[in-house]
T-cell receptor, first 114, second 110 residues
Framework: SQTIHQWPATLVQPVGSPLSLECTVE??????LYWYRQAAGRGLQLLFY??????ISSEVPQNLSASRPQDRQFILSSKKLLLSDSGFYLC?????????????FGPGTRLTVL | GIQVEQSPPDLILQEGANSTLRCNFS?????LQWFHQNPWGQLINLFY???GTKQNGRLSATTVATERYSLLYISSSQTTDSGVYFC????????????FGSGTRLLVRP
């Protein structure tokens, strides 16, 4: 069965510091991968998605970037964090090239920027 | 872009009661999913239901795609049902991207 991991689970970072969040998926090949952010008390917003190694699509202009160095690894980064980057970051995956694009989510990383 | 509205925003139930959560969307969709977000933030897949009716235990869902709404039914609610329920849709003109509603926050009291 497929499993999705995210780390760290929680992170407290000062403004201006760099960021690296990691997501890995097990049990499937060439998954579609997604990064979402959830602000406090709100729904999720898609930040990036990837259909393959090195293929990244950005949905929202922002202070963040994403990379996919390996088939089942998705990384969310920032060079300099802003206060507004605080939130709950969730990684998701779906079966590639599928008519049914059901997405499955990881446990999330709670980021606080001070 | 497509709009997703969920109602009610908040719901308090006594254990054992039934409830219906609604999701309205403004355009045709390829995909509709219902999620339960538990107190630890984990999003749990409940249903993948772009059309039709599905049931899983005490939960069931119905999507009427032609009328652009979906309903989630919770019967005989339990305290473990507490959390936030999200509806998310993928518009027909926007592959991959799930648009989330703002959720229904459910509290089930013992």
């Amino acid at each position: 069965s497929q499993t999705i991991h995210q780390w760290p689970a929680t992170l407290v970072q000062p403004v201006g510091s760099p960021l690296s969040l990691e997501c890995t998926v097990e049990g499937t090949s060439n998954p579609n991968l997604y990064w979402y952010r959830q602000a406090a008390g709100r729904g999720l917003q898609l930040l990036f998605y990837s259909v393959g190694i090195g293929q990244i699509s950005s949905e929202v202009p922002q202070n963040l970037s994403a990379s996919r160095p390996q088939d089942r690894q998705f990384i969310l980064s920032s060079k300099k964090l802003l206060l507004s980057d605080s939130g709950f970051y969730l990684c998701a995956w779906s079966v590639p090239r599928s008519v049914d694009n059901e997405q499955f989510f990881g446990p999330g990383t709670r980021l606080t920027v001070l | 872009g497509i709009q997703v509205e969920q109602s009610p925003p908040d719901l308090i139930l006594q254990e054992g009661a039934n409830s219906t959560l609604r999701c309205n969307f403004s355009d045709s969709v390829n995909n509709l999913q219902w999620f339960h977000q538990n107190p630890w933030g984990q999003l749990i897949n409940l249903f993948y239901i772009p059309s039709g009716t599905k049931q899983n235990g005490r939960l069931s869902a119905t999507t009427v795609a032609t009328e652009r709404y979906s309903l989630l039914y919770i019967s005989s609610s339990q305290t473990t049902d507490s959390g936030v329920y999200f509806c998310a849709v993928e518009a027909m003109d926007s592959s991959y991207k799930l648009i989330f509603g703002s959720g229904t926050r459910l509290l089930v009291r013992p």
